[in-house]
Structures are given as structure tokens and as C-alpha cells.
Nanobody, 123 residues
Framework: QVQLVESGGGLVQPGGSLRLSCAASRSIFNIYSMGWYRQAPGKQRELVATITSGDTTTYTDSVKGRFTISRSNVNNAVYLQMDSLKPEDTAVYYC?????????????????WGQGTQVTVSS
């Protein structure tokens, strides 16, 4: 089964930390990049951070210095360490990958999304 499964969301107070994880199924391989996006109520989905197969990272300006994206080839996973969280970080966070995968007896390349995990920053 081709899927991305996120975990680690929850409720945290301002200034706190959370670590999101995203595990890609083994049918997903040759991962070119992985990333995290978020969507707050009433807003468009926005890029948070990405990491390439060469470990090049990018961050949206609002999270620079507070969030850290990393990946594990062994676990076929990507992580997002979120520190100094602010109420405006509240959103559903989605994992994303540009990869090759095996499905329906064929190989494909495309962009895949996880189901999302809620992050709420509130006192």
C-alpha cells in the first residue's frame, strides 16, 4: 500500500515543542524530496519546510530558526522538530513527498500526501 503516515501532533502551550514524524511505506522509493505543509482554518495550504535527497533544506520565513526538518533513509521517514511554538503555528500539518513508488503492478513517479496531523498551540 502506498501511503504516508504522520504522527506527533497535539496540543501544546506557546513556547513549547513538538516533533512530527512521517513514515513512507516501503512501496515508496527513490525519494527525491520530502516536506511539510500546513493549512490553518480559512487559509490556503502553505509550505513549511522541505528536504531533498541531498539534504538541502528550505524553510518558510516564519519558521526559520524555530523548526528543523530532517530525514532518515533507513526508516524511510521525515521529521519536523518544532520549537518555540506560537499560536499562529496552529494548523493541520501534512507530509508530502516527490518520489517513485510501486502500485497497481507498475512503477510511478509523483507527489504523494499524508492524511494530516493537527497541531494546536494554545494556553
Amino acid at each position: 500500500q502506498v501511503q504516508l503516515v504522520e504522527s506527533g501532533g497535539g496540543l501544546v502551550q506557546p513556547g513549547g515543542s513538538l516533533r512530527l514524524s512521517c513514515a513512507a511505506s516501503r512501496s515508496i522509493f527513490n525519494i527525491y524530496s520530502m516536506g511539510w505543509y500546513r493549512q490553518a482554518p480559512g487559509k490556503q495550504r502553505e509550505l513549511v519546510a522541505t528536504i531533498t535527497s541531498g539534504d538541502t533544506t528550505t524553510y518558510t520565513d516564519s519558521v526559520k530558526g524555530r523548526f528543523t526538518i530532517s530525514r532518515s533513509n533507513v526508516n524511510n521517514a521525515v521529521y519536523l522538530q518544532m520549537d518555540s511554538l506560537k499560536p499562529e503555528d496552529t494548523a493541520v500539518y501534512y507530509c508530502n513527498t516527490d518520489a517513485e513508488y510501486y502500485s497497481d503492478h507498475a512503477y510511478h513517479r509523483g507527489v504523494l500526501w499524508g492524511q494530516g496531523t493537527q497541531v494546536t498551540v494554545s494556553s
